[in-house]
């Protein structure tokens, strides 16, 4: 099973997101350019079991977001422009890159976000679609590595 990681890439960046939130802004990477072009060839030609994104916010791509959290980036670019169907994975969620970000929402409560998760999808039917399709990728993926 290949997985393509860090999604666009860290190449841009000084500081490294396990240990610090210094240095993990890129302010050159760009969705078509040299570096992210490379992840994308990457995506297509191989087709991977799993793209990991990054935990760098990349500023010419969406400014507001690490890529983790990006739906410009893992919607609308490797998603929609790529057609990649494969499983899109996290880097560790308890990088310090995060650590601006409330714990809850992100580990070790796992039920509050299944049942979160379960409520908005009753009342919205494109959030239960999309959260289908996740795990229909998820579930594929175990399978085809004998692991369901």
């Known amino acids: 099973m290949q ?3 860090h999604y666009p890439g860290l190449g841009a960046v000084s500081g490294n997101t396990d240990f610090t939130t210094e240095g993990i802004l890129d302010t050159t990477t760009t969705l078509g350019g040299a570096e992210a072009g490379a992840f994308d060839q990457a995506i297509t030609k191989t087709d991977p079991a799993m793209v990991m994104m990054s935990l760098a916010t990349y500023q010419s791509i969406d400014p507001n977001n ?3 959290f990006s739906s410009t980036i893992i919607d609308g670019h490797i998603r929609n422009a790529l057609k990649y169907t494969g499983v899109v994975i996290s880097d560790s969620m308890s ?3 995060l650590s601006s970000y409330d714990v809850s929402q992100l580990t070790d409560y796992v039920k509050p976000i299944v049942d979160g998760l379960n409520e908005r999808a009753k009342s919205d ?3 239960a679609s999309k959260v289908t399709a996740a795990a229909t ?3 594929a993926l175990k ?5 369901a």
Do not use: D, Y
């Open 143 to 147: 399978i085809k590595m004998g692991l």
């Open 95 to 97: 990088a310090e890159a």
């Open 137 to 139: 990728r998820v579930m």
């Open 125 to 127: 039917p494109a959030f």
């Open 66 to 68: 690490p890529a983790v």
């Open 3 to 5: 997985a393509v990681k």
